[in-house]
C-alpha cells in the first residue's frame, strides 16, 4: 500500500484490522492491539468509523455526515478531512485513491 502525503475528499477510507470498538454510551472508544494506545472517537466520530466499515469515498462520508447535522459544506470537509487524516497518521484507517 502506498503512502498518501495528503488525504483529499477523493480518496477511498475504510478500517483497518487489529482494533476493539466499544460503546460507551453515545460515544465509541477503540483500542488499537498493535501500538495498544486508546482512543475516545466521540459521537460523530464513531459515526465515522461506522461508515468506513468497507471502502467509502470522503467525499461519501462528508454528504452522510452533512445530511444528519446541520453543518456547512466546508466545514464539514474541513473537519472529516482533519478526523480522517488523524486515524491515517495513527494507521488505524487505510487510504486509497480511486480508480
Known sequence: MAKVD???INHLVTQREG??????????V?????NGKYYNLGTT???MWELIAAPIAVNEVVTKIMTKYNV???QCEQEVLSFLAHMYEEKLVQVTTQK
Open 6 to 8: 495528503k488525504l483529499s
Open 19 to 28: 482494533n476493539i470498538v466499544s460503546d460507551m454510551g453515545s460515544e465509541k
Open 30 to 34: 477503540m483500542l488499537n492491539i498493535e
Open 45 to 47: 466520530g464513531g459515526e
Open 72 to 74: 456547512s459544506k466546508e
